[in-house]
T-cell receptor
Framework: SQQGEEDPQALSIQEGENATMNCSYK?????LQWYRQNSGRGLVHLILIRSNEREKHSGRLRVTLDTSKKSSSLLITASRAADTASYFCATDMNSGYSTLTFGKGTMLLVSP | DAGITQSPRHKVTETGTPVTLRCHQTENHRYMYWYRQDPGHGLRLIHY???????DKGEVSDGYSVSRSKTEDFLLTLESATSSQTSVYFC???????????FGEGSWLTVV
């Protein structure tokens, strides 16, 4: 079963624009992690946000978490063609073992 | 890349044959995981380990077994491969500080 669901499933923008992806989940979490996956490659960890945090930044990435709405968003500012990839959110439901439950991902296409 | 090596990276095998995928890590991580990634499903947890000889089932464990006889290696075995096990298999580890999960580059398995 999918704990996290990303929205939209696909997003197409121009270089320089901002990209926003959303993730909703169903049960309480310990933390939420965002990943990027280029076609045919492994997952690259972007940001971990804990349940008691509301916002985190890393370079051009901004992640927010609203535990009352059980949702998170990933904002990529000033997108580049190299940002073209699939983006996944994954929730750690505080099992103690850090097992993650993934959404199906958002495919982002950034055109030059 | 958190020192994770998966082998083999690509394999084609016949239905009914046994297959073992190996995950090797060099940084003494306690927690290791096996996920599979299929179109339309995102990543799903197969098995995980929280120490030598300590393993547990994930969401999609049927048809898979694992072993961890030493800290650095986590083996995933398909006792009798089926076409439904054609997938990309990712090994992951939990970082030694915090709950960040890092993934290997993946093993592409085709069962014909």
């Amino acid at each position: 079963s999918q704990q996290g669901e990303e929205d939209p499933q696909a997003l197409s923008i121009q270089e320089g624009e901002n990209a926003t992806m959303n993730c909703s989940y169903k049960t309480s979490i310990n933390n939420l992690q965002w990943y990027r996956q280029n076609s045919g490659r492994g997952l690259v960890h972007l940001i971990l946000i804990r349940s008691n945090e509301r916002e985190k930044h890393s370079g051009r990435l901004r992640v927010t978490l609203d535990t009352s709405k059980k949702s998170s968003s990933l904002l990529i500012t000033a997108s580049r063609a190299a940002d073209t990839a699939s983006y996944f959110c994954a929730t750690d439901m505080n099992s103690g073992y850090s097992t993650l439950t993934f959404g199906k991902g958002t495919m982002l296409l950034v055109s030059p | 890349d958190a020192g994770i090596t998966q082998s083999p990276r690509h394999k084609v095998t016949e239905t009914g044959t046994p297959v073992t995928l190996r995950c090797h890590q060099t940084e003494n991580h306690r927690y290791m995981y096996w996920y599979r990634q299929d179109p339309g499903h995102g990543l799903r947890l197969i098995h995980y380990s929280y120490g030598v000889k300590d393993t547990d089932k994930g969401e999609v464990s049927d048809g898979y077994s694992v072993s961890r006889s030493k800290t650095e290696d986590f083996l995933l075995t398909l006792e009798s491969a089926t076409s439904s096990q054609t997938s990309v298999y990712f090994c992951a580890i939990r970082g030694n500080s915090g709950n960040t999960i890092y993934f290997g580059e993946g093993s592409w398995l085709t069962v014909v």
